[in-house]
């Protein structure tokens, strides 16, 4: 079983739908999650960092973490056709050494 | 304009050939990572280095080599002994070797002739 679970997609949505995008753990050390998004053949792009449990939110997104279920959430409303990508969940204990453990990535096709 | 570049865009490689891929970041930080990506596999750490002339093996360092000489410079070398080297090759650094916040450059893309 990996580490960090995340449905492939693709998910294909209408524009100005809400998304939900979700990664599940087993690691109950990790405290510190992000959200990347990556458009084809770029380089992953730093969307949203959280610490622990709860909401932040930033714009349309909104990304929550609910420790206690090891399930972290990112909402993207009034989703646009510039949304297009794949979302990459990332995360991470404490500690000086400690890496990052991504999830394998969700395709999101927004249509017009 | 602050950020992390990789050079070359797409890159050949023939059987037992050496290639070197190269990262640079002008943004001051200690931490820099390599990551190869596989569809369906997400990304994997190959290497990292959280200072000048120190650097760790990651997940799947087999058939790789790194150098870390300046701090703005970590190039990873992919030798003959990595027998599967077509992937998408991403470099990353962040502001300390607390693995916090990484920010990646675009990516190189490897194939094999």
């Known amino acids: 079983q990996k580490e960090v679970e995340q449905d492939p997609g693709p998910l294909s949505v209408p524009e100005g739908a809400i998304v939900s995008l979700n990664c599940t753990y087993s690691n109950s050390a990790f405290q510190y999650f992000m959200w990347y998004r990556q458009y084809s053949r770029k380089g992953p792009e730093l969307l949203m960092y959280?610490?622990?449990?709860g909401n932040k939110e930033d714009g349309r997104f909104t990304a929550q973490v609910d420790k206690s279920s090891k399930y972290i959430s990112l909402f993207i409303r009034d989703s646009q056709p510039s949304d297009s990508a794949t979302y990459l969940c990332a995360m991470r204990g404490t500690g000086t050494a400690s890496k990052l453990t991504f999830g394998t990535g969700t395709r999101l096709q927004v249509t017009l | 304009d602050g950020g992390i570049t990789q050079s070359p865009k797409y890159l050949f490689r023939k059987e037992g050939q050496n290639v070197t891929l190269s990262c640079e970041q002008n943004?001051?930080?200690?931490?820099m990572y390599w990551y190869r990506q596989d569809p369906g596999q997400g990304l994997r750490l190959i290497y990292y280095?959280?200072?000048?002339?120190?650097?760790q093996k990651g997940d799947i360092a087999e058939g790789y080599s790194v150098s870390r000489e300046k701090k703005e410079s970590f190039p990873l070398t992919v030798t003959s002994a990595q027998k599967n080297p077509t992937a998408f090759y991403l470099c990353?650094?962040?502001?300390?070797?607390?693995?916090?916040?990484?920010?990646f450059g675009p990516g190189t893309r490897l194939l094999v002739l």
């Open positions: 990353a650094s962040s502001p300390s070797g607390n693995g916090e916040t990484q920010y």
């Open positions: 943004l001051n930080h200690d931490a």
């Open positions: 959280t610490y622990s449990s």
């Open positions: 280095s959280q200072i000048v002339n120190d650097f």
